[in-house]
């Protein structure tokens, strides 16, 4: 006779859970706002100064009450004011994804081209406000007794190419943080990072779409990435990956081969 096993955790329910997106009037996270609405997740669209997009959003998701909320980077007091509003209104949390963040395309051999407040700007948007924003919605995510924060990293930080070395090195920080986050945030709240190459979208100053596409024809697969084939991967790893905490997940046709 065979002994049955017990059942493991199972597909993680959207329906009626509470999911924060930062970053989330443009580009990826845009796309993981309607992934999310469209599985049966209240949204909290977070947007700096797109709010007018944000709303617009809000406007197509077909109901429900999704609302948007300023999240700025750069500011951790607004960041708290606004985890404040999130739990009066909703209590608690279920899905954090960080997808807000900056760059500015500076070749890497022009070491003067980044000068400090441009370095301090990426870093301060790039890692400080992901910490800032887990620190302030960690309390609301364990209330929920089995969260997810998803950070939106990227292969620079581990390949060193990128945009800027500002960029890369604060992707390396985000990957790093995510693993120190994921051992302290434990049992109640898992850890995942979700790393693209290059994006169809308007985030790298200057860089078309045909940028994105010369980029992807040197990838064995030769698919150019599109913000909504981003959004499946985060939510993938929100439903599915039950039992992964503290590793990044890499999304980029394979280019880091």
């Known amino acids: 006779m065979t ?30 706002v309607r992934r999310l609405a469209r599985a049966g997740a209240t949204v909290v669209v977070g947007y700096n100064s797109g709010r007018e997009r944000a709303e617009e959003i809000i406007a197509g998701l077909g109901g429900g009450q999704h609302i948007a ?20 209104t909703f209590g ?6 960080n997808s807000a ?25 790039n890692v400080r406000g992901p910490f800032a924003t887990i620190r302030a919605f960690a309390p609301l ?8 924060v998803i950070n939106i990293s990227s292969i620079s930080g581990f390949t060193g190419l990128g945009s800027s070395i500002a960029y890369c090195a604060s ?8 693993v120190s986050l994921a051992r302290v945030l434990a049992p109640e709240v898992r850890v995942i990072t979700i790393s693209p190459a290059a994006v169809a979208t308007d985030f790298v100053p200057g860089r078309g779409r045909e940028g994105v596409e010369k980029q992807a024809a040197s990838t064995p697969l030769k698919l150019v990435a599109e913000p909504d084939d981003v959004a499946l991967a985060i ?17 980029d046709s394979g280019r880091h081969l």
Do not use: C, W
């Open 3 to 32: 002994e049955s096993r017990p059942a493991g955790r199972g597909e993680y329910d959207l329906r009626g859970r509470i999911a924060v997106v930062t970053g989330g009037s443009n580009g990826i996270g845009a796309a993981t």
């Open 235 to 251: 939510i993938s790893a929100v439903t599915h990956l039950r039992l992964t905490t503290g590793s990044s997940i890499v999304v």
């Open 69 to 88: 909320l300023r999240i700025p980077m750069e500011d951790s007091a607004a960041i708290a004011a606004a985890a404040a509003m999130v739990q009066q």
């Open 101 to 125: 963040g900056v760059t500015r395309a500076v070749p890497h051999a022009d070491l003067d081209g980044l000068d400090d407040a441009t370095f301090d700007r990426i870093l301060m948007t």
């Open 141 to 148: 995510l364990r209330a929920s007794g089995d969260g997810i």
């Open 171 to 178: 992707k390396a920080a985000l990957d790093t943080m995510g």
């Open 92 to 97: 608690k949390v279920h899905v954090l994804v």
